[in-house]
């Protein structure tokens, strides 16, 4: 079983950048896809950006352009770069792998992240 855990949250103001991490307790070379989600109050849990093993990446139109995912395969982290944040980015940022093992699909979440964009 993968373990993950989020770092790197915290307050801060409108504008300003964050990095957050993702450390995975095993190795993620495997891992087919590994994504940032986030969840507002009130609101669903939404995709953030997802990068595939092949190293293809998609990012979600709400942060498009302001946000870059990357991973470390040596390190087993996940990144995510998060800049011009906004009050509405304010979430819980999950870390999240998927992955497939004999044959059955099974996705790993982390604990999160609170991520909260305030003046």
């Known amino acids: 079983q993968v373990q993950l855990v989020e770092s790197g949250g915290g307050l801060v103001q409108p504008g300003g950048s964050l990095r957050l991490s993702c450390a995975a307790s095993?190795?993620?070379?495997?891992?087919?896809?590994m994504g940032w989600y986030r969840q507002a109050p009130g609101k669903e849990r939404e995709l953030v950006a997802r990068?595939?093993?092949?190293?293809?990446?998609a990012y979600a139109d709400s942060m498009k352009g302001r946000v870059t995912i990357s991973r470390d395969n040596a390190k087993n982290t996940l990144y995510l770069q998060m800049n011009s944040l906004k009050p509405e980015d304010t979430a819980v940022y999950y870390c999240n792998a998927y992955m497939v093992s004999a044959g059955v699909p099974i996705n790993y979440w982390g604990q999160g992240t609170q991520v909260t964009v305030s003046s």
């Open positions: 990068i595939f093993r092949s190293g293809s990446i």
């Open positions: 095993e190795s993620i070379f495997r891992v087919a896809v």
